[in-house]
């Protein structure tokens, strides 16, 4: 029998707030790429984005660094990296999370890991987005290092992958992963939820919870944050072309 690929699972966004779901996407991932026969997963990264991404509501990085390692506290396999959210412009995070995949942390008798993207099925949607990618980028993403992309409900990735020549010509380094447990949950709706006072237990860790009431996170305010302001890819990627 073939030796697995040793594999580390990346995952990069806002985590704005972390959700369970966020955290599920990992198990879910790490079962489907074990069945391949192929994989031996050995580590998952969370990257909370930067606060010059720009996106409406970001809460400061501080905070959702703190909250990521306090619902990973039981995990004995996934950790956040924080040196994304120190950045002080959007940067691209890949190049920097493929150096650290090779640390002792996750080097073991399989020898140096992939790396690999870990993200919703949506993800592959904005790839679509004029101007938010250059064929360069997604080129490098899809085929140098790959998507694991778990889809939930009505979503077509498929199709997604389909409508983009440069995914289609890298439809062997996609793996999708289909959530046949319905969990809808939105982090929008998180937020959504916590500015009318409404709650949010079971959607999020106990302890996230009580990190957001103690230090008055996610209201009426805080939601209008870069409320009209593009997002740093866009503007950045403009400045570059």
């Known amino acids: 029998m073939a030796a697995r690929v040793p594999l580390v699972l990346l995952a990069c966004g806002s985590f704005n707030p972390i959700t369970n779901q966020h955290m599920r996407l990992f198990e879910l991932a790490r079962d489907h790429m074990h069945l391949t026969g192929q994989y031996q997963v050995v580590g998952g990264i969370i990257s909370p984005v930067s606060d010059a991404y720009g996106k409406q509501g970001l809460v400061s990085a501080k905070h959702r660094v703190a909250m990521v390692k306090m619902a990973l506290q039981n995990s004995d396999w996934v950790t956040v990296d924080d040196w994304e959210s120190r950045q002080p412009d959007w940067t691209e995070t890949v190049r920097h999370h493929e150096v650290c995949s090779h640390t002792d942390s996750h080097m073991g008798s399989l020898g140096a890991p992939q790396l690999k993207l870990l993200c919703g099925a949506d993800f592959l949607d904005t790839f679509h987005v004029p101007g938010l990618w250059r064929d360069e980028d997604v080129e490098e993403v899809a085929g140098r290092f790959g998507l694991v992309c778990v889809t939930r409900g009505g979503q077509q990735p498929d199709r997604a992958v389909h409508e983009s020549d440069v995914l289609s010509r890298h439809r062997s380094n996609i793996h999708l992963v289909r959530e046949w447990v319905r969990n809808e949950t939105s982090a929008t709706e998180v937020r959504r939820a916590l500015r009318r006072g ?9 302890d996230v919870i009580d990190y957001i ?17 593009k997002l740093r890819p866009l503007t950045k990627q403009g400045l570059l072309d």
């Open 198 to 206: 409404l709650s949010v237990k079971y959607l999020l860790p106990d």
């Open 213 to 229: 009431r103690e230090h008055g996170l996610y209201t009426h305010n805080s939601e209008l944050k870069n409320k009209g302001a």
